[in-house]
């Protein structure tokens, strides 16, 4: 599949969360982080959890083992299409805690830096603690991955390369 084709899909699957991702919490409501919680991932509310994971498989792919400009295209069509960043994300079986820590760590960094970088700070130190706990050397992956990640500052607050670099700090 090509990332021209990757993009459309994306594209499309980005109109059909979008409604999902826009609406409204009450806030006021008592019970509005059960309710949340309960509720089915947007992607499988949506009815295109499938082709959502086939989309988010092959950027990451890409993103992995492209180059550069692959990278940055990869993060484009992640900043280009928010409701597909947030509500699509890793599932199923994963051979061992590193590959599943390093596929999550490359999420993150090619997602290219959410609305508020401080989430993707403290997403970063719970994959590392989690990593830690279940025996992985993170070093390596973390130093890894900061290698491939962005270092555009795009929201004033720095680039997606020192949150994950900061995922060596123990919290």
């Known amino acids: 599949m090509t990332l021209a084709a990757i993009r459309e899909d994306v594209a499309i699957?980005?109109?059909l969360l979008r409604g999902i991702a826009d609406r409204p919490v009450d806030l006021t409501d008592p019970d509005w982080?059960?309710?949340l919680s309960a509720s089915a991932p947007p992607a499988e509310e949506a009815g295109v959890a499938a082709e959502a994971a086939a989309a988010l498989t092959a950027l990451l792919d890409i993103y992995e083992?492209?180059?550069e400009a692959a990278r940055d295209e990869v993060r484009l069509i992640f900043r280009a299409h928010r409701a597909f960043s947030w509500g699509v994300g890793l599932t199923g079986e994963?051979?061992?805690a590193t590959a599943e820590f390093r596929?999550?760590?490359v999420h993150v960094s090619a997602r290219d830096q959410s609305d508020d970088p401080r989430d993707d700070l403290m997403e970063i130190w719970q994959l590392c603690e989690w990593a830690r706990a279940r025996g992985v050397d993170v070093e390596p992956i973390v130093r890894a991955v900061a290698g491939i990640s962005g270092e555009v500052d795009h929201l004033g607050m720095g680039s997606t390369r020192t949150p994950i670099l900061r995922g060596l700090e123990r919290h």
Do not use: E, M, Y
Request: net charge positive.
């Open 13 to 15: 699957i980005d109109v």
């Open 33 to 35: 982080q059960a309710k």
């Open 65 to 67: 083992s492209g180059d």
């Open 94 to 96: 994963w051979p061992s």
């Open 103 to 105: 596929r999550r760590l």
